[in-house]
T-cell receptor, first 115, second 110 residues
Framework: DAGITQSPRHKVTETGTPVTLRCHQT?????MYWYRQDPGHGLRLIHYSYGVKDTDKGEVSDGYSVSRSKTEDFLLTLESATSSQTSVYFCAISESIISSTDTQYFGPGTRLTVL | QKEVEQNSGPLSVPEGAIASLNCTYSDRGSQSFFWYRQYSGKSPELIMF????GDKEDGRFTAQLNKASQYVSLLIRDSQPSDSATYLC??????????FGAGTRLFVKA
């Protein structure tokens, strides 16, 4: 998984509780991404980061926030989890955003269930 | 809404046959195209990327790109049961916004 770990790998939580997912990389890549994957949908971008403390929204960012205080760590927080956020969450990294070096590599994923 | 479309399948082929997976994209500005393989319960893993029109071969895999038709395909020669997985097509214009298709399930029968 290209030097990417995610924690926890599985989590069950209740509606209304805050949840934080962690992505850690050892590749020293500048760019990091959070996706969710649901049946019938492709991977959908939640948030991304282009450097320490530099983040921006993706297409499905409502209800999520992120932080990146170190190059290697990218945190995804669900402020108040809802059942619609039950999903598999993948972190990805890329070396750049320029064609030929913009390949994204994925972490192992976190399966989140919100009851 | 920029989209990447794939037939969800399942596509079933016998062992040893050629599997052909297809993908269309809507954004003419797309520059880079990727094929990922995803086994059930696992993360996507990169098979190939292609940037230029034409064919690109890597072992048993060949990616084909036709920008005029906005079409990308992946051919898997000598298909093996271990190739049974979901194949994701992705397109990017560069920048941060890579669009993924929902994937095609491939089943290779022994």
């Amino acid at each position: 998984d290209a030097g990417i770990t995610q924690s926890p790998r599985h989590k069950v939580t209740e509606t209304g509780t805050p949840v934080t997912l962690r992505c850690h990389q050892t590749e020293n890549h500048r760019y990091m991404y959070w996706y969710r994957q649901d049946p019938g949908h492709g991977l959908r971008l939640i948030h991304y980061s282009y450097g320490v403390k530099d983040t921006d929204k993706g297409e499905v960012s409502d209800g999520y926030s992120v932080s990146r205080s170190k190059t290697e760590d990218f945190l995804l927080t669900l402020e108040s989890a809802t059942s619609s956020q039950t999903s598999v969450y993948f972190c990805a990294i890329s070396e750049s955003i320029i064609s030929s070096t913009d390949t994204q590599y994925f972490g192992p994923g976190t399966r989140l269930t919100v009851l | 809404q920029k989209e990447v479309e794939q037939n969800s399948g399942p596509l079933s082929v016998p062992e040893g046959a050629i599997a052909s997976l297809n993908c269309t994209y809507s954004d003419r500005g797309s520059q880079s195209f990727f094929w990922y393989r995803q086994y059930s319960g696992k993360s996507p893993e990169l098979i190939m990327f292609i940037y230029s029109n034409g064919d690109k071969e890597d072992g048993r895999f060949t990616a084909q790109l036709n920008k005029a038709s906005q079409y990308v395909s992946l051919l898997i020669r000598d298909s093996q049961p271990s190739d049974s997985a979901t194949y994701l097509c992705a397109a990017t214009t560069g920048g941060f916004k890579t669009i993924f298709g929902a994937g095609t399930r491939l089943f290779v029968k022994a």
